[in-house]
């Protein structure tokens, strides 16, 4: 099977390769899946530069990839959560870069017929993230006014339409070219942060500020929004302690405790409602140059939204 795979650290041109792999043997616990589509996220590129060497080694050849949607192509005889030819999101630890990937049934879900692989794929990391975040870490109340920074993209817009449906009053920060539709998700109050002063409108309104900008670079501006007593989250790095006004403070990170298919269950219910809307922002062909090209959008400035590699 085919696999796009990186063979060290590296710039993407010069560490990305095709390589055929053997398929893995399937176990108890565990389905087959035909990758139909997969996401690149930013913890991909932050994998690929080398810049999680201390906190995470690789053995190369190293297929990444934790975000796919596909159909199950072999199960382990005697499983009934699923069967051959079901569609369904998955989560794995890694692999999801390929033609096919064995994983643990857990980390994956069916996915409604009518949605499509590509968006499916688009949900999994950042879904999961905002579901979590919003109901395992924070157990947000609906009395709430909670500031997201960063709606535009892929956590942000998934935690401003989560807070619409929780009925919260949101308070959303972006540039101006997302305005329309972060208002369309849900947003009761927005500013454009290159025409005006999110700060400044917004000062000490909220009771919770999540920073979902990239790398949490807007801490200066949610420092200021967070009520006196609020509580600041981030999912990178918090505002430097010195900095900070009365409150409380969390940095966002994945646990254990929290399982995958609870929000899933969440996620998938919510499109098959029509009450979430996944934001793609291009679909590349399922080909080595997508992957690289991917790679190189992500690491600078890309537009809002997913980047998917998906099959014809």
Do not use: C
């Not at 382990?76 to 030819?85: I, L, Q, R």
């Not at 999540?210 to 929004?225: E, P, Q």
């Not at 996944?278 to 190189?296: C, D, K, Q």
């Amino acid at each position: 099977m085919k696999r796009f795979a990186i063979t060290g650290y590296g710039k993407p041109h010069d560490v990305f390769e095709t390589i055929t792999d053997q398929p893995r043997e399937i176990t108890p616990g565990h389905i087959r899946v035909a990758v139909q589509a997969f996401a690149v996220n930013p913890y991909d590129i932050s994998l690929r530069s080398g810049a999680q060497q201390e906190f995470r080694s690789l053995k190369f050849p190293y297929v990444m990839g934790n975000d796919a949607a596909g159909i199950v192509t072999e199960i382990f005889p005697g499983e009934t959560d699923f069967a051959v030819g079901d569609r369904v999101v998955i989560h794995p630890i890694s692999g999801t870069y390929g033609q096919e990937v064995v994983l643990p049934n857990k980390k994956a879900a069916k996915i409604p017929e009518t949605m499509s692989f590509p968006k499916a794929a688009s949900i999994v990391t950042t879904g999961i993230t905002a579901y979590n975040l919003l109901f395992e870490l924070l157990q947000v109340d609906s009395s709430q006014t909670v500031m997201v920074l960063g709606a535009s993209g892929g956590v942000g817009s998934l935690l401003v339409q989560m807070l619409h449906q929780n009925k919260n009053h949101i308070l959303a920060s972006a540039a101006q070219k997302n305005e329309a539709k972060i208002k369309n998700w849900g947003a009761d109050e927005f500013v454009a942060y290159d025409t005006a002063s999110p700060a400044k409108t917004f000062f000490e309104q909220a009771d919770i500020v999540i920073d979902a900008t990239k790398g949490s670079k807007s801490a200066d501006l949610g420092l200021k929004i967070l009520k006196p007593g609020g509580t600041y989250v981030a999912l990178n790095e918090l505002p430097n302690p010195a900095d900070r006004k009365d409150g409380t403070y969390l940095s966002f990170a994945p646990k254990k405790e929290y399982q995958d298919q609870t929000a899933f269950e969440y996620l998938l219910n919510a499109y098959g409602d029509g009450k979430l809307v996944v934001n793609i922002a291009e679909v590349l062909p399922f080909e080595l140059r997508s992957v690289i090209l991917a790679h190189e959008k992500i690491a600078g400035h890309p537009a809002a939204g997913k980047i998917v590699i998906a099959q014809s």
